[in-house]
């Protein structure tokens, strides 16, 4: 596992500094710059690629994606398939770049493919149909006749999460998340959140008043704690949306008093890589980014080589990952 030292060296920044930027530390005065390196370099020592002998691919690929760098270094989530397509295509010695948002058309001629990351809405939709070139969406999927997807079993692995918190015994089991956007704007229910809700109640032990809807950064992860733990219904354990949502969860149960995994038992999701870095560590389903950003790299240049004109839609699945966040409630 790679220190803070490590990621230190790496970003060229001080451990210090790795230390408050992995855990969100709101008075650290640094340029988002130097956050998105630190937590680059993170990424890049969470997972190795083997190297493999380089020979100058003739593709060269288009990297569009639907968020800012601010909501990229508000959640890691993206950030982390981005290092892993972008090591992938290095190691394939495939030139690549990124397609401006804005409507600056003028580079789409020169290339083969395009690799497109996040959740679009639809005029974003229209634009990238229009640039007719073959497609891979990673981690939504807009059009499956249309585009090639590699996505994530969210079902099977809000299931995982629940299966083990249950199992330990707990039954007042909490959930915070956020609102997701479809690519035509619309605004719905986290499928994370559905997955819960009709898990919970399968088991007959679902509490509507132990479910709280914000966004996903620490601040609604900090908010919705404490408004659970200081209220009449209080959770055993909590399932969140993402880890950066934890991150605000550990201090508001800090603040309160409240004993982690003691008192209250937290349950992840992405297992970004400042989960491990977490006190105490984060158990967080794990989604494969490196994996996803590979397949997608894969995926495209065979449809590049192939000329396929049948779309494909790949899974890749997830694995809950136990560390020291969860344990049974007390009696």
């Not at 059009?143 to 299966?163: K, P």
């Not at 919705?224 to 991150?247: C, G, Q, W, Y």
């Not at 008192?263 to 992405?270: K, P, Q």
């Not at 984060?282 to 396929?308: F, N, Q």
């Amino acid at each position: 596992m790679a220190t803070i030292k490590d990621i230190a060296n790496l970003a060229n920044v001080s451990i210090t500094t790795v230390s408050r930027v992995l855990n969100y530390d709101e008075t650290l005065n640094v340029s988002p710059e130097t956050r998105k390196r630190v937590f680059e370099a993170a990424e890049e020592l969470a997972y190795v690629v083997v190297p493999k002998k380089k020979q100058k691919s003739k593709w060269k690929i288009g990297l569009y994606d639907s968020f800012s760098l601010e909501e990229e270094l508000v959640d890691t989530y993206y950030l982390s398939i981005r290092v892993a397509l972008e090591k992938k295509l290095k190691s394939r010695s495939i030139d690549f770049f990124r397609i401006d948002k804005e409507g600056n058309e003028g580079n789409l001629n020169k290339i083969d493919g395009i690799l497109c990351l996040g959740t679009f809405k639809s005029k974003d939709i229209e634009r990238i149909k229009g640039f007719n070139k073959p497609c891979v969406f990673v981690d939504s999927n807009p059009d499956e006749y249309y585009f090639d997807s590699v996505v994530i079993d969210f079902n099977s692995a809000t299931r995982n999460a629940l299966n083990y918190l249950t199992e330990l015994g707990h039954e007042n089991i909490g959930f915070i998340g956020g609102v997701e956007t479809d690519m035509y704007g619309n605004r719905f229910k986290d499928l994370r959140q559905d997955v819960f809700e009709n898990y919970l109640k399968e088991k007959n032990i679902f509490k509507e008043e132990l479910v709280k809807i914000g966004g996903y950064d620490p601040k609604d992860g900090y908010t919705n704690l404490r408004e659970m733990l200081t209220s009449e219904t209080k959770p055993t354990a909590v399932f969140v949306a993402n880890d950066t949502i934890a991150v605000g969860c550990y201090k508001a149960a800090y603040e309160l008093g409240v004993k982690i995994p003691d008192d209250l038992s937290i349950v992840g999701f992405n297992d970004v890589a400042t989960a491990q870095y977490m006190v105490p560590p984060l158990t967080t389903v794990k989604l494969y980014t490196e994996i996803m950003g590979e397949t997608a790299v894969d995926l495209l240049v065979e449809r590049l080589s192939s000329k396929r004109e049948v779309s494909k839609k790949i899974t890749i699945n997830t694995k809950l990952i136990v560390r020291e966040s969860a344990s049974a409630p007390k009696k």
